[in-house]
């Protein structure tokens, strides 16, 4: 930019009139009539240059205080305070010596005197003068090259950097630029690192981009959003959950949130199921909770205490008596421990010996001899029914139950005999194996038999309950639940104990006939009526 300025010359201390001037430097030989205007002229002089001398001070302070409110956008924010003060002559003005002058002030021009009456005209020189950096215009901050051109984009000056718009003025606050955005404080200084706008935290990399998604400060992980606003507590991200505490900082470890306890693995990720820590066993939910009490994982029965960690051995709830073994398993039916042998219930709780062999369970394997029962693809029904309840009765014995068998080989015991027996023996139940038929050979499933209209039918359903539900769950098989049948003899009234009828399976099936007669299978069979009966004695 070009600008005018004005040449002026000055004297040490005051304005000089060219009648003055030439005084001083002729001394008195002006004559009488000059002397006496020169005499007036410089007297009334000296009082106006005085009297602004006078002034000086506190023109000077109004000058400064404009100095500093015309501070450019580098300046801002750097001020620093500096108090001086001139030296005072011996009347407390301020003094000035000729040194402080500039050699151009300190010559005196002797002007040419065209009239004595007036004072000559001095011309003023036009200097052009070319401003670089920054320039206030109408109170607007601009900033201009060398070549005078306003500068525009991005300026690096003073080690800060600025944006100028396309007018030249000074870009503050938020602005995208290339797909990127950046903030730029009040002095249009661009900011990195952590910056806070009063409402939220935001994180500028060191191009001053604000950065998005997950970021590590060289210390800690943090989770920006899509708007650059820094995440606290929970948050699902990648279909994972992490939490990132009041400061943003992700978190590993131990959690207690809302009255919950957590784990996150240190990739910040929740902990779900089973975990070791420190040499405990600790099982997490889906949601990531700690979980306490008792615990059932789809197979077994586990015990976790109060810190969630998992309990072996023998373990007290405040009623009854527990033992889970080495894995934390709930252990029920007879199990050795330091070479004595204890009972557990189906549902865990141990039963001194003397209430276990108070029971008598009478097992019918059906059919027998001349009676196959079905016969289908060269199986009888007779022999899967007495190979499932031999194997039943080891396992009740095994759980210190007295076992009584209507047949052990293949024999054909009557009906009468059966029910005989039961009554015989006083027994506390009496469950009956058998294998199932049908025309079609698409029928599949199992289902138990009971007479709703038996003296004790009330026992006799629970039982039969008890069998069915754990038949589905070990087999798998299609549940034909629970059916009430007034026909069969071994169900009748007189029958003193609950009666109730198994039918494990279709023999006319294909399929399910190459299980029944799998070993294997019949395992499960036997197993799983063994714990419906326990099921039903726990009750």
């Known amino acids: ?31 009488v009539e000059q002397e006496g205007l020169v005499n007036e002229q410089s007297s009334s002089e000296k009082e106006e240059v005085q009297g602004k001398m006078s002034e000086q001070p506190s023109l000077e302070k109004e000058e400064t205080q404009e100095q500093m409110n015309e501070q450019s956008p580098s300046e801002k924010g750097e001020v620093q305070e500096q108090t001086k003060e001139a030296p005072l002559n011996q009347e407390g003005k301020i003094s000035e ?62 080690e800060k950097w600025y944006y100028l718009k396309d007018d030249g003025t000074v870009q503050v606050g938020w602005f995208n630029k290339d797909g990127n955005w950046y903030y730029l404080d009040y002095s249009g200084a661009m900011q990195t690192g952590w910056m806070y706008d009063g409402a939220n935290w935001y994180y500028l990399d060191y191009s001053g981009a604000m950065q998005t998604g997950w970021m590590y400060d060289g210390a800690n992980w943090y989770y920006l959003n899509h708007s650059g606003v820094m995440q606290t507590g929970w948050l699902y991200d990648n279909e994972k959950w992490y939490y990132l505490n009041h400061s943003g900082v992700m978190q590993k470890g131990w959690l207690y949130d809302n009255e919950k306890w957590y ?33 059932y994982d789809g197979a077994n029965w586990y015990y976790l205490n109060y810190s969630g960690a998992m309990q072996t051995g023998w373990m007290y709830d405040g009623a009854n008596w527990y033992y889970l073994n080495d894995s934390g398993v709930m252990q029920t039916g007879w199990i050795e421990i330091d070479g004595i042998k204890y009972y557990f219930e189906a549902n865990g709780v141990w039963v001194e010996k003397s209430t276990v062999f108070a029971k008598t369970v009478v097992v019918d394997p059906g059919h027998g001899a001349h009676d196959s029962g079905a016969y289908y693809g060269g199986v009888m029904e007779k022999t899967i029914a007495l190979s499932v309840s031999l194997k039943l009765k080891s396992l009740l014995e095994q759980g210190g139950l007295k076992v009584v068998m209507t047949r052990t080989t293949d024999i054909y015991p009557s009906l009468n005999d059966r029910v005989n027996i039961s009554n015989k023996n006083n027994a506390d139940i009496f469950v009956s194996v058998h294998a199932n038929a049908a025309s079609s050979t698409a029928a599949h499933g199992i ?12 026992e006799a359903r629970s039982l039969a309950n008890s069998v069915q539900s754990a038949l589905i769950k070990n087999t798998g098989a299609t549940n034909r639940k629970l059916k009430d049948r007034d026909n069969l003899r071994v169900l009748k009234g007189d029958n003193n104990a609950p009666p109730i009828l198994v039918e494990t399976g279709f023999v006319s099936n294909p399929s399910e006939r190459m299980k029944l007669v799998s070993d294997s299978y019949q395992n499960v069979l036997a197993q799983s009526v063994f714990e419906g009966v326990q099921q039903y004695f726990s009750k």
């Open 1 to 31: 930019m070009l600008k005018k300025t004005t040449a002026a010359v000055l004297t040490l201390s005051y304005l000089l009139s060219p009648v003055q001037a030439l005084a001083e430097t002729h001394g008195n030989d002006l004559p």
């Open 97 to 158: 010596s000729l040194e402080d002058v500039p050699k151009e002030q300190s010559e005196v021009v002797t002007p040419e005197i065209v009239d004595s009456t007036q004072p000559a005209e001095v011309e003023p020189a036009e200097v052009l003068q070319l401003q670089v950096g920054w320039v206030k215009e109408d109170n607007v901050w601009y900033y201009f090259e060398e070549d005078g051109a306003k500068k525009t984009g991005w300026l690096y000056e003073s």
């Open 263 to 295: 784990y996150l693995k240190d990739d910040g990720t929740v902990q779900v199921g089973w975990f070791n820590k420190d040499g405990n066993w600790y099982y997490l939910n889906h949601s990531g909770v700690v979980q306490t009490g008792w615990l």
């Open 447 to 458: 289902e138990t038999l009971y007479y709703s209209k038996h003296p004790k039918a009330k």
